[in-house]
């Protein structure tokens, strides 16, 4: 599992004038919430958020506050403005060992699967699967291989079988599916439409 060191500072706005001087200097809030202690408000910069945050893998995050001891903890949510896309506000929670957690998790796909050898073509249906594990069980990603995969071939949440983690997603979820090539309904040889009947309304001189 990958690892981050990330620093962070209590966030402690007193006027609506400090917060917007936070956002023009780079700085995203947040919360740090564990089980039994209190959540935390911080603020972090948005350089150091970045790297967590645009990326296919999940990290572990070693988080200091206020240059106090680092807290292991995980990335659990980030939300996003609805019409710029910047990151306003990131969610870290605590890791307990021996306490299970529940994730999102990226998905890789590797190989190819036979079906496409055979001229289908392979849809990705799922991209994340949601976990529970132990915190020293959790996985960057999940690779699943689709090499077995025939054509008109399936693989759903029911078909996976992994050690040390329960998958939380529906078992009739599906996840991958290899299927025959459509073909368009557009051909180049329909007969031209006929050009449309003109019908002229003649008006009828009236009779004096």
């Not at 919360?31 to 202690?37: I, P, S, W």
């Not at 995050?61 to 903890?73: K, S």
């Not at 960057?140 to 040390?164: A, H, M, P, S």
């Amino acid at each position: 599992m990958a690892e981050i060191t990330i620093s962070a500072v209590k966030r402690d706005f007193k006027t609506k004038g400090e917060r917007n001087q936070s956002r023009r200097d780079g700085k995203i809030p947040g919360v740090m919430y564990a089980k039994g202690t209190e959540p935390v408000s911080i603020l972090i910069n948005a350089s150091e958020i970045n790297p967590l945050i645009y990326t296919n893998e999940n990290h572990i995050v070693y988080l200091t506050i206020d240059n106090q001891d680092a807290i292991r903890c995980v990335l659990k949510d980030v939300q996003f403005h609805p019409v710029t896309d910047k990151i306003i506000h990131v969610d870290f929670m605590g890791l307990t060992a021996g306490q299970a957690i529940e994730m999102e998790v990226p998905i890789r796909f590797v190989g190819t699967a036979k079906g496409e050898r055979e001229g289908g073509v392979v849809t990705h249906i799922l991209h994340k699967l949601h976990i529970s594990c132990l915190p020293k069980d959790l996985p960057e990603v999940i690779e699943i291989n689709v090499k077995d995969v025939e054509l008109e071939g399936t693989i759903f949440v029911r078909d996976l079988k992994f050690e040390n983690l329960k998958i939380l997603n529906d078992e009739d979820t599906l996840i991958v599916a290899c299927h025959v090539p459509r073909e368009s309904d557009f051909t180049t040889d329909k007969p031209a439409s006929a050009e449309p009947e003109v019908i002229t309304k003649g008006r009828k001189d009236k009779e004096e």
